[in-house]
């Protein structure tokens, strides 16, 4: 007897400046998903920290600052607006200050179990993508599509000073990208709670010598394996 096959969940993981939000957002298009940020989430996680005078390295105070704090992601045209405590927060979690607060937030473990709580309510029911760091690890280990992008240091900081460059975020010198792209990384890759690493079961696609499309055509490429394979 068939088995269907389980809810579509694709987990994207890997460090910063990989490409993982813009990669997550060609699939919900083209596959009709549901995008769920896990970063914008620790974004508007660390703006309210920033804005109520909370250090980022008093785990104490941020575990009691979560318990009144209400994140909620709402599908858009251009993606996905942000809603902190019902107010629209988007246009402001792309600062670097921003940046480096939900890194720093990120590393509590009360703060990652509220929001992978969270997160796993929101993509219960699949069809959805979702990016992040422990998306393939512990959010969804069971995703049926599980993809860690990867990228040269070099790369990810050129990709993130262009990205930055465009925007009306504060411009900063490229080296200094670079230098905050490997704290980011050491950061990630050394935290005693849910480090970052690709599942076992990931597929591994390296985008240092590829193209935006050259990446997004091998992530779908994996998608359409999945949607096209037989009932388990």
Do not use: C
């Not at 389980?6 to 699939?27: E, F, H, N």
């Not at 600052?65 to 709402?74: D, F, P, Q």
């Not at 930055?164 to 050491?186: G, S």
Request: glycine share 8%; hydrophobic share 40%.
């Amino acid at each position: 007897m068939s088995v269907a096959r389980p809810p579509l969940i694709v987990a994207i993981d890997g460090p910063a400046g990989a490409g993982k939000s813009t990669v997550a957002r060609a699939l919900a298009q083209r596959f009709g998903l549901l995008n769920l940020e896990s970063g914008a989430m620790y974004r508007a996680f660390a703006l309210k920290a920033i804005e109520a005078g909370i250090a980022t390295n008093d785990p104490a105070a941020l575990d009691l600052l979560a318990h009144s704090t209400h994140v909620r992601l709402e599908p858009g045209l251009d993606g996905n607006r942000v809603l902190l405590d019902g107010l629209d927060v988007t246009a402001q979690l792309r600062t670097p200050e921003i940046t480096a607060a939900a890194s720093e937030v990120s590393v509590h473990p009360p703060i990652r179990r509220w929001l992978v709580g969270l997160q796993q309510r929101l993509g219960a029911q699949g069809n959805v993508v979702m990016e992040g760091r422990d998306i393939g690890t512990v959010v969804f280990p069971h995703a049926p599509v599980k993809i860690f992008l990867d990228a040269s240091p070099d790369k990810r900081g050129e990709r993130r000073y262009e990205q930055n460059r465009n925007t009306a975020v504060v411009t900063q010198l490229p080296v200094k990208v670079l230098e905050e792209i490997r704290e980011r990384d050491r950061r990630d890759r050394t935290r005693a709670d849910s480090p970052l690493r690709p599942a076992p079961d990931a597929a591994i696609i390296d985008s240092t010598d590829l193209t935006l499309d050259e990446v997004i055509e091998r992530a779908a490429a994996l998608v359409e394996g999945y949607l096209g394979g037989s009932d388990l």
